[in-house]
């Protein structure tokens, strides 16, 4: 707490964005040949001018160029850096061809962050987040993480930066910090983890709707009287599909959960993957539009997505 | 308060004023920005440093049948005023009616949505080239700040403008010497260079991609700027206006602290904060 002005002002609590900071700060005092780039938005990863020129030689601001921003962090890959690229998640829209070309086809090993990737960040039709997850899902070799928790985040950081085999896009929660024991390594590609084993439903809450997710198995206990199943996809472009064979076993119906659009996101796919089977699936996220200046709670309610809304589709459905 | 803006319903009544009054109206805008940003949020450093280019914009040229494109238009709240959108920011419960962009839903002024940077020269030669192909006649008027002249859609605009267009463009470089944080790029040692020689250098970026060139190095003086849109008012062929602004004009921390203050969160308890950390 600081007093100004004889009033409280409560000083920012630990977001995801400090944790940025925190964690490229460090990168590069560790390991030379780790090296952030951004196109011109250090700030809203927490950069500060002092910190920046801290950072020497392993800090570069690219200009206004996101698409420069991209193959110039393959080329440092492709020569064994290892580039961290961070914007807005509206921002890198523009970079898709980039992405696809010069890192995804050449498979070379780029980390691709993104702030600001939810719903529940910028609102301006300009600005909307929404969009990266679906878009940028669907380009071969990509591994698109969707972390869940601070740990989750930082393993996943951590272990996007270092491996060599991969191009990455990390999609920086949207919500407050949570705070969880997660794995530290990634490698085994498109594994989902089972965090609660249950029956009947089993809830696919993706990335900052794990809280969510969580919320949704605790009222399904309460108010249904049995205990579902809840998963933490963590890759939001892959499917796992030993996990997914195995729900038929003891559920039928699956809850997909992703703060992006639908049209070509996350629970399509397992949609998609349980078409020809007696599951059901029935995918929550938002709508193919160009929202603006919308209320996001309101949104929610809107796209029937609280947890009472769907606890009601539940019933319903089972 | 606002005794000038308050008589500005549209460009029209902008034209009916004398040079002292054109003066007061940009402290009145001064003041409406601040009331808006320092409640609502929004971008502050761009429009506290083009209240006199936007000013002379309007009073020169004729919007809507001359075209306006602003380079993300986070720049766009003068125009906003002086185009009828006063009340979203001198009356509070008015602030949610006018988006932080311009937006075509809200007015005949604004032609497109926009909120990502370097894409107006491209936008703009589309509208010449309808123009020319319709035979129609009127200005088409770009602006841009240095930080979005290093994105790539920037370049290849500039570029094309330079060989393919044959007509009336005017590309105003709002050179204020800073992106959100400082500028990075090749272009910027062209732009220092341009700014110390008023725009005499031989070594000149724009005129290398073809494009006629004028040098304004006062940006935030009315009159100033009046007579330089004059000048290039009803040109034949492509042509860059390079003026030199001060971002945050007119407010001290803004101007010290331009990355700071480029944009600003609403609410008092945001703004305090805001001044702690500087
Ligand atoms: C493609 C894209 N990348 C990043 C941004 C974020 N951004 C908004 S304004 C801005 C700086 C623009 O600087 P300049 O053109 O000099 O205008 P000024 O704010 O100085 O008037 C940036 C980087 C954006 N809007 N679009």
């Known amino acids: 707490m600081a007093l100004v002005y004889g009033w409280h002002v409560e000083l920012p609590a630990e977001t995801y964005t400090s944790l940025t900071t925190e964690y490229i700060l460090n990168k590069s005092k560790q390991d ?29 601001d690219t200009g206004i160029t996101e698409e420069h921003a991209i193959a110039f962090a393959s080329g440092v890959a492709k020569a064994g850096g290892k580039p961290l690229v961070g914007t807005a998640a509206t921002f890198i829209q523009r970079t898709y061809d980039q992405v696809s070309q010069d890192v995804c086809i050449n498979n070379t090993p780029i980390t691709i962050l993104l702030n600001y990737a939810s719903f529940d960040s910028l609102t301006d039709v300009t600005h909307l987040g929404i969009f990266a997850l679906s878009a940028f899902s669907n380009i071969p070799n990509l591994i698109v993480l969707a972390p869940t928790c601070k740990q989750e985040y930082l393993n996943m950081l951590d272990w996007s930066v270092d491996q060599t085999d991969h191009p990455v896009m990390i999609l920086i929660p949207g919500n407050a910090v949570t705070s969880r024991e997660t ?15 249950g029956e009947k439903v089993a809830i ?33 472009n892959g499917l796992d599909k030993n996990t997914l064979k195995d729900l038929q076993k003891k559920h039928n119906l699956v809850i997909t959960m992703e703060d992006g659009i639908l049209d070509g996101g996350f629970g399509q796919k397992v949609a998609t993957f349980y078409a020809l089977t007696d599951m059901k699936v029935k995918t929550y996220g938002l709508k ?27 019933q319903k459905l089972i | 308060m ?27 805008i001064r003041e409406a920005l601040f009331n808006r940003l320092t409640k609502f949020g929004g971008h502050f450093g761009p429009n506290f440093g083009i209240v006199e280019t936007e000013i002379a914009m309007h009073y020169v040229f004729d919007s809507p049948k001359d075209k306006f494109v602003f380079d993300v238009s986070h720049q766009s709240y003068p125009h906003k005023m002086l185009t009828g959108r006063k009340a979203g920011y001198i009356e509070d419960e ?39 192909l319709k035979g129609e006649k009127y200005n088409v008027v770009a602006l841009i700040g240095d930080g979005s002249l290093s994105g790539g859609e920037a370049l290849e605009g500039l570029d094309f403008a330079g060989s393919e267009i044959h007509s009336n463009l005017i590309i105003i470089v709002n050179d204020n010497q800073q992106s959100i944080a ?46 330089v849109f004059e000048r290039v008012k009803n040109i034949d062929h492509p042509v860059v206006v390079h003026i030199n602004t001060q971002k945050g004009k007119g407010y001290k921390l803004a101007e010290e602290n331009r990355e700071a203050w480029h944009w600003c969160m609403g609410g008092m308890w945001n703004f305090l904060q805001k001044l702690i950390l500087l």
């Open chain 2, 2 to 28: 606002y005794d000038i803006l308050k008589t500005i319903n549209n460009p029209q009544d902008v034209k009916k004023l004398n040079t002292e009054q054109l003066n007061i109206l940009a402290e009145d």
């Open chain 2, 182 to 227: 400082e500028v990075h790029g090749g272009i910027y040692k062209n732009l220092d260079k341009l700014r110390a020689t008023k725009g005499t250098d031989p070594c000149n970026f724009f005129k290398t991609l073809g494009l006629d060139y004028i040098y304004e190095e006062n940006g935030n003086d009315i009159q100033a700027m009046i007579k």
């Open chain 1, 183 to 197: 794995d530290k390594d990634f490698s085994k590609l498109n594994t989902y983890k089972v965090e609660q084993s």
């Open chain 2, 94 to 132: 008015h602030f949610i009616e006018d988006s932080g962009y311009t937006n075509p839903d809200e007015s005949e002024h604004d032609l497109f949505n926009v909120g990502h940077t370097s894409t107006s020269v491209s936008l703009a030669t589309g509208l010449v080239k309808a123009r020319d």
């Open chain 1, 288 to 314: 193919r539009e160009f929202y603006d200046r919308y209320n996001p709670g309101e949104l929610l309610k809107e796209l029937g997505m609280t947890t009472k809304q769907i606890l009601n589709d539940i």
């Open chain 1, 204 to 236: 696919l809450a993706l990335g900052d709707f794990y809280q969510k997710g969580e919320e949704l198995a605790k009222q399904i206990e309460v108010q249904l009287g049995f205990k579902p199943t809840l998963i933490n996809p963590r890759f939001a």
């Open chain 1, 32 to 60: 030379k040949d780790f090296v952030f780039i951004t196109p011109a938005m250090p700030n809203i990863l927490g950069l500060s001018p002092d910190w920046r020129k801290g950072m020497g030689p392993q800090y570069v």
